[in-house]
């Protein structure tokens, strides 16, 4: 290869393995998504200490508890935009400084408005960081593994949630629940600093935005040695979008818009069923006539199993994706409904429960990697966050329908019947998305538009 060839960024990425470099790439990325889960767990177990310390009532908590899903919305909408105009390395070292200084200021917090408000803005920069790591994650991978590791790295959530759980039942009985807030901001601010010094910027991001060749080279040499040998570089795009002023834009352009409002459409469904049923199944059961302690246990099974999500990245990698996860989707909301017609069999009860939780969180955790695979370059970011803000609504939807349903007297049988309903719109969704704009090898190859950096 001379000086002056000509280098395809992702045929570069394609042509050589897996390295330390990328590796670390995945590691960094994969802590920000441990922090968003860790997180995300411990407020809920510092909440019966808030109670005691502060002497509020159970309903007084819910504005802090919700506090960070607001915050999570509202960063993820915000961040995508910014991303894809300035990089995403300054957004996700700028998120995670924001959700390290608000988390550890919560510690100091003096009364349940001063917490409330420091919990949304944690819930801003995790909400921006979260779609940023899974963006520029996704543009160091091969085509052949893209899926998987992106799904791997957000199994990093709840991994997080797990060791949330287990540090502050420890934590808060030896050194108070300021503590865990105190480990939950001290460990983004450290991280900060390692992602200054060691990320680097989205290689696919910088050909767009026209950076220096050598710049370019000098990521690509961490890579393989064989960038040293390129004169300059391209970058080819799944679809072909006229330039856009923004993100915003491409998201909604017209090649990709039906596709984009059906990535809305499927994950706000799926946070509909994840959220009504974290927040209202032990309730469900014990009204079901299953005793305080055997509810909570088979409840605690539900959001175990996003670890298959590593599995459904490696069909995604090599099948159809947006069908896959339609069957997710459907088996989902098949098991939801099942759920509602064995509550007189506790060993079957488990066993639904646990798969379709399961289900549930694996076709949720792959949602990511298909948007970031859906999207070119100048909207990617955008695009991934857009999804996982408009969708934290879906959240809020959840938590609520569940009320409504009861309010409403309707049967254990009956609420999870409606409970399945949102699981098969999910499935249709991406049907959808998949008639309008096929995804398959032949589509994606006559969509590519070259970009050329100088």
Known sequence: MSQSTTVDIQDFLDRYPFSPFQWLIFGLCLVIVLLDGFDTAAIGFIAPSLIGEWG?????????????????????????????????????????????VACMAS??????????????????????????????????????????????????????AALGGFLAAWMIPNFGWRSVLVLGGATPLVLSVLLLLLLPESVRYMVHHNHQVGRIRAVLRRISAAADRAGDFVLTEPVKVDRAPSGIHVVLSAPLRVGSIMLWLTYFMGLVIFYALINWMPILFRDAGLDPKTSTLIASLFPLGGVGAIAFGWLMDRFNANRIIAAGYLLTAVLIFAIGQVAGNVGLLMLTVFAGGALLNTAQSSMPAL?????????????V???????????????????????????????????????????LALLVKQAVRPEDAAAKAAGRAPVTAH
């Open 371 to 383: 948007a970031a695979a859906f999207y070119p370059t100048q909207g990617r970011a955008t695009g």
């Open 107 to 160: 510690a100091w917090s003096a009364n349940l408005q001063q917490l409330t408000i420091l919990r949304f803005v944690t819930g801003v920069g995790l909400g921006a960081a979260m779609p940023n790591a899974v963006t520029l994650m996704s543009e160091f991978c091969p085509t052949r593994r893209r899926a998987m590791m992106t799904n791997m790295m957000f199994c990093g959530f709840p991994l997080g």
């Open 385 to 427: 966050a857009w999804m996982l803000g408009i969708g934290r609504f879906g959240g809020i939807a959840g938590s609520f329908l569940v009320a409504e349903l009861t309010a409403r007297q309707l049967t254990f049988a009956q609420i999870f019947m409606v409970l399945a309903v949102p699981g098969a719109i999910a499935a």
């Open 56 to 100: 509020v009532s159970k309903p007084a908590l819910a504005p802090v508890l919700s506090a960070a899903l607001f915050g999570l919305a509202a960063g993820a909408l915000c961040s995508g935009p910014v991303a894809d105009l300035w990089g995403r390395k300054k957004v996700l070292i700028a998120s995670v400084l924001v959700f390290g």
